[in-house]
């Protein structure tokens, strides 16, 4: 049985100039690397984070002399050792970032002794499903709230192509990423191409809506209204209207826009003004919760009791480790929820989650605009997966 040879981890930079960290892991003639993101506007339910020297120190002094000479194809294994050896509710102890760069980085390593992609590898960890759609791509337009630093309150506009094909889906995408560049720097100014944390663009509109009139005006213009929807990431934590106050805004977003999905529409404790949206709108609408729910299925059980939302934001790096993951991911399609995987605000090149969206059949995935590397990086993942397994694509 091939085992976990080693594990060594350094700081390296993310996508905003701040440290995370890489670790190597070698086992069975092969060597992986796994990089980790974090959360620009975390919720505060998430996993702990603990600074990255000690992170670092965590996984040579603590977590390496435990796990060498373990199977990496048995996550189970690895994570609940992990797990164990934290000991706390919240990964305070040996850090979130300490387990979950050792948790992806013994799935890359299983897949590569397996001689199988990624993908493969966590679907036979997952147990379930068979299917060869792509995720939707939940593509970031345009940004706002603490993402941007401009006069929006809502972090995120998405275009959302209804293709399950990635190389199609990115077609219309990249088009309407084009025209509406296009569209502001004529409209609003030069710098309103200037792009926020995830590639979006960052106009100064007045107007929380505005950027759905636009959408639409170059849906219309590309001949493509019948292909795409819209999204609003509100992250709400960060907003300071009043729900009752966004409350109509949604509304008139619905009715003149036809919004498909609001993210985070009102703050992380607001159960009920999310189960009243969840209602007005019936499932017309995915209400997806984020910081709401941070891939913590007591939080999940907690808005499904309520019926607060009928979507859900996965990121693993919510939790700390993959299979804390995989049991959030199977316990929303449980419950037939839409389930959309996620980058972070600040991100790496590391592309582990366009392989775990497909690997579990997302219904989407929010991978940001098609204009920074770290996000293009995973976007490219998806077209190489998609080469894998529908060549005639
Ligand atoms: P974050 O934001 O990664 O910066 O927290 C992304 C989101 O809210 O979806
Ligand atoms: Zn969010």
Known sequence: MPSIESISARKILNSRGGWTIEVTMRGGGKEVIASIPEGESKGSHEAHYVPVGKAIQNITEVIEPILKGRDPENQGDIDKTLLELDGTTNKSKLGANAILSVSIAASRL???????????????IYGKGEGTNAPRLYINCTEGGVHAGTQLDFQEYLVIPKSRSVKEAIQIGKEMYRLIREYVKTNVGPSAVNVGDEGGFTPNFKNNLEPLKVFQKVAK???VQGLVDFGIDAAANNVRVSAKKLLPIYKEAKEKYNLFFLEDPFKEEDFSHFEKLHEMFGND??????DLTTTNIERMKRAHEKGSINGVIIKPNQIGSISETLEAVKLAKEWNWTVVVSHRGQDTNDDFIADLAYAVQADGIKLGGLGRGERIAKYNRLLAIETQTRPTF
């Open 110 to 124: 299983a897949a590569e002794i397996k001689g199988v992609p990624l993908w493969k590898h966590l679907r036979d």
């Open 221 to 223: 213009a590309l001949a």
């Open 285 to 290: 609408i995915v209400v997806c919760g984020d």
